[in-house]
Nanobody, 121 residues
Framework: QVQLVESGGGLVQAGGSLRLSCAAS????????MGWYRQAPGKQRELVAV???????NYADSVKGRFTISRDNAKNLVYLQMDSLKPADTAFYYC???????????????WGQGTQVTVSS
């Protein structure tokens, strides 16, 4: 069983910062991509930022230059530093991992329960 636990969400004023953390635990053989997605009310879930085990990153255009993703491969942790937050960043943020739970298993996607980020104007 694999668990992803997010933390760090909350309420912040526009222009402020928040740092999200996600810890992956359980039956994990190898993790490929770790990242963050978000879903605002009435909208589809969208990619925010992802990072491969080798350090390659991909960001949504809307967060480039404001958000920074990082990870600790040894501890199966991924972070999202969010600066210069805007009301449009308000959403439920989900951690995602693409991993193998065992050597002979296929690559699988796992999701955390999510954490709310609210940016007031």
């Amino acid at each position: 069983q694999v668990q992803l636990v997010e933390s760090g969400g909350g309420l912040v004023q526009a222009g402020g910062s928040l740092r999200l953390s996600c810890a992956a635990s359980g039956s994990i053989f190898r993790i490929n991509v770790m990242g963050w997605y978000r879903q605002a009310p009435g909208k589809q879930r969208e990619l925010v930022a992802v990072m491969t085990s080798g350090g390659s990153t991909n960001y949504a255009d809307s967060v480039k230059g404001r958000f920074t993703i990082s990870r600790d491969n040894a501890k199966n942790l991924v972070y999202l530093q969010m600066d210069s937050l805007k009301p449009a960043d308000t959403a439920f943020y989900y951690c995602n991992c693409n991993l193998k739970p065992a050597l002979c298993a296929s690559w699988q996607d796992y999701w955390g329960q999510g954490t709310q980020v609210t940016v007031s104007s």
